[in-house]
């Protein structure tokens, strides 16, 4: 459905699938709460995934397998309050897909009521079950196969997949799969760019790379790792477009500063009683001198011109 203005319609997932070799591709940016979720749509990206990267990025955890369904609705929801014209895929968490059917149903039904227009999941044919029963909700799946960090545990850590022959036929066997069963787009993590060729040119729905080069429909980048908010991880594949971090930090000390040195808040920064009212008041005795010191100093260094 598109509920847009008639300038900005919102994408949907027919829009996204016929992008498919359509020679320009695609953008997909993580977003968590309503200002990365106005930020990446006010960038005109394409799709906004709500990441169960949350957990790491902003949560603290160290690995995704923290968040829980209603987490994920939480941020969901905040960020499809911001009504983003792009398309907001709900990332599906661990243990909410690899239960029963009806529970897998329900969990994805979860995201969409807070807002997701689909959902993502994680694996291959082994998650074609969950990938039937969800689309058969209506409910439409973007699949996520190669390095799938909600199996960290499986994998033995955070590795580039797909390496070696029988690796990499099963990737692109995977990401059959998931397309002739109904999955409008996939996400290729972390495999060889000879691999993500591979699966690009054997599916009909696009390919979102992440480290996985370039031969893929699209690209997404966590919006952390490509703002440089924090510098902990820096994987191969990201490419960061700004410091947001280094700044943050450099504007915190600064303010810290001007409050310790006394240049925080200056009288421009102040509300003031009327005269009339604070002489009434006695607020600061008769004599112009002893008014506030504020009204009788410069602006300080940080104040605004
Ligand atoms: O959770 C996430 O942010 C993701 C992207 C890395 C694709 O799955």
Known sequence: MTTGTAAQPRVTVPDVTSRKGSGTPLVMVTAYDAPSARAVDAAGVDMI???????????????????????????????????????????????????????????????????????????????????HAILDAEIPVMGHIGLTPQSIHALGGFRVQGKDLEAARAIVDDAIALAEAGCFA?????????????????????????????????????????????????????RRYAQLGADAKAAVARFAEDVRAGRFPSSEETYHAADTVADALGLYGPAAADRPREQNTSAGASAPA
């Open 186 to 238: 996939i996400v290729l993590e972390c495999v060889p760019d000879a691999v993500a060729r591979l699966v690009t040119d054997s599916v009909a729905v696009p390919t979102i790379g992440i480290g996985a080069g370039r031969h893929c429909d699209g690209q997404v980048l966590v919006y952390h790792d490509l703002l440089g908010i924090e510098e902990r991880m820096a994987p191969k594949f990201v």
């Open 49 to 131: 995934l709500v990441g169960d990267t949350l957990a790491m990025v902003v949560l603290g955890y160290d690995d995704t397998l923290q968040v829980t369904t209603d987490d994920m609705a939480h941020h969901v929801a905040a960020v499809a309050r911001t009504r983003p014209r792009a398309l907001l895929v709900g990332d599906l968490p661990w243990l909410s897909y690899h239960v029963s059917l009806d529970d897998t149903v329900r969990n994805a039904a979860t995201l969409v009521r807070a807002g997701a227009s689909a959902v993502k999941l994680e694996g291959g044919r082994k998650r074609l079950p969950a990938v």
